[in-house]
């Protein structure tokens, strides 16, 4: 009975650890990826960031680019890459911005975040050696004023994962 005791006991350890590790696993914050060197960027803008709270498994931050044109104001980019060359960009500007016009055959998703309201997705399935692309219809945040405003590329990814970081764009709460 003692030893009966024991291995549920050792049973029920281990199921608490790898439940751990797997909270671990699909819980990274993909804003807590952003190191402060990119973070002292994303200040330069003076903008609000914005960062998906959900990526799908095996997305990290490749890139963070800011601009200041002069002319249209500030922008930034926040590139993720996943696996098999997948990839997710949140673009973000404060003028200067022109219509998003998906090329080629797309079919439109319409998506709701809690942040920014109703949005479309335009989701181009592959044809050939090209990849599935994605992209949202810009995303406002000021309805006063327009600006600034966000949107999301991506590639190799699927429409429903797609939709699903589009729903998940969250201010960084500490901004920087």
């Not at 049973?11 to 804003?31: K, Y």
């Not at 601009?67 to 249209?72: C, I, L, T």
């Not at 673009?91 to 709701?112: L, M, R």
Request: hydrophobic share 35%.
């Amino acid at each position: 009975m003692k030893r009966l005791r024991i291995v549920l006991f050792l049973a029920f350890i281990l199921s608490l650890c790898r439940a751990g590790a797997m909270m671990a696993e699909n819980s990274s914050d993909p804003a807590t990826q952003l190191r402060p060197e990119h973070l002292k960027k994303l200040e330069q803008t003076k903008m609000k960031v914005v960062t998906p709270s959900y990526l799908p498994k095996g997305f990290k931050v490749y890139d963070v680019k800011t601009e200041n044109n002069g002319r249209f104001g500030y922008s930034y980019s926040i590139t993720y890459h996943g696996p098999g060359g997948a990839e997710i960009k949140v673009n973000a500007a404060s003028g200067g911005i022109g219509d998003v016009i998906p090329d080629g055959k797309y079919e439109t998703i319409k998506f709701n975040n809690p942040v920014f309201g109703k949005g479309e997705l335009y989701y181009n399935k592959a044809a050939g050696s090209s990849p599935d692309r994605i992209t949202t219809q810009w995303l406002r945040s000021d309805t006063k004023t327009g600006m600034p405003v966000f949107l999301i590329y991506g590639s190799k990814i699927s429409s429903g994962e797609a939709v699903r970081i589009a729903e998940s764009l969250r201010y960084l709460e500490k901004q920087p």
